[in-house]
């Protein structure tokens, strides 16, 4: 059994920050990627941004990129995402995914996950 959980969502204004966390546990794995997604009401879940097994290799989506950061921390099981600039378009509920695989390519896909955590709302005030 693995989980994945996700915290330190909440309600900010325009321009702010926030850092969310994500704690993997359970069946151990090497080898995986991690990578954060959305879903904004009423839209399909999106890749926000990924990170390999090693952290040398991220990939973001465009709008995102230059505020956004991706990081992990193997030996404590969890990848933080920092969001700095924060706009009212990035209010969304932000799932953490674990992949088994480290295709950095195929972390961008949300079908290609093999486990989520329930997610943590993210709300930009104007």
């Known amino acids: 059994q693995v989980q994945v959980v996700e915290s330190g969502g909440g309600l900010v204004q325009a321009g702010g920050s926030l850092r969310l966390s994500c704690a993997t546990s359970?069946?151990?794995?090497?080898?995986?990627?991690m990578g954060w997604f959305r879903q904004a009401p009423g839209k399909e879940r999106e890749f926000v941004a990924a990170?390999?097994?090693?952290?040398?290799?991220?990939l973001y989506r465009d709008s995102v990129k230059g505020r956004f950061t991706i990081s992990r921390d193997n030996t404590q099981n969890t990848v933080n995402l920092q969001m700095n600039n924060l706009t009212p378009e990035d209010t969304a509920v932000y799932y953490c995914?674990?992949?088994?695989?480290?295709?950095?390519?195929?972390?961008?896909?949300?079908?290609?996950?093999?486990?989520w955590g329930q997610g943590t709302q993210v709300t930009v005030s104007s």
């Open positions: 359970g069946r151990a794995f090497a080898n995986y990627g």
């Open positions: 990170i390999n097994w090693s952290g040398g290799r991220t």
């Open positions: 995914g674990l992949r088994l695989g480290d295709a950095l390519y195929a972390h961008a896909t949300a079908g290609m996950y093999n486990y």
